[in-house]
């Protein structure tokens, strides 16, 4: 940056798409903020060059939103396909879906939650503290 700054050898071309840009230095009447840009710029050689966005496409690219795209695609897996067994299946969610004929979700719910019913409450806190791949070591075994 030291090179840069004022006393430098060499002076830097700035293109931009906003003509505004190329009156700074010459405008009679500033803002307070415009005020400390003028200041700090003075610092440096440098040259401000208006080109339409249309010509200006290096300027451009880099000020173009990112859009995603309108395809959802399939993540990339962690393992390789040879070395995958099954998914994982629990007894206890299938539970859960049967006893939706006996107690169906309420109508807020949404379709991306599954209802847990009151009767398996104490069971999935069971099995979630308790499951060897919780990481945690139980009630008895917790400070």
């Excluded at 006393?7 to 906003?18: K, V």
């Excluded at 000020?63 to 994982?88: V, Y």
């Excluded at 109508?107 to 019913?117: F, H, I, L, R």
Aim: one cysteine or more.
């Amino acid at each position: 940056m030291a090179a840069l700054a004022g006393g430098g050898a060499s002076s830097i071309l700035g293109l931009t798409d906003h003509r505004n840009l190329e009156y700074l230095h010459s405008a009679k009447r500033l803002n307070p903020r415009q005020a400390r840009w003028v200041l700090f710029f003075t610092r440096f050689e440098f040259s401000v060059t208006y080109h339409p966005g249309s010509k200006n496409s290096k300027a451009d690219a880099l000020s173009r939103q990112f859009e995603a795209q309108s395809e959802p695609t399939q993540p990339d897996l962690i393992l390789p396909a040879a070395e995958i067994i099954a998914l994982a299946q629990w007894s206890l969610i299938e539970e859960i879906w049967r006893a939706h004929a006996d107690e169906p979700p309420p109508a807020n719910c949404p379709a991306t939650k599954v209802y847990m019913p009151l009767q398996f409450h104490q069971q999935v806190l069971q099995w979630v503290h308790e499951a060897p791949s919780s990481s945690h070591p139980g009630i008895l075994r917790s400070t």
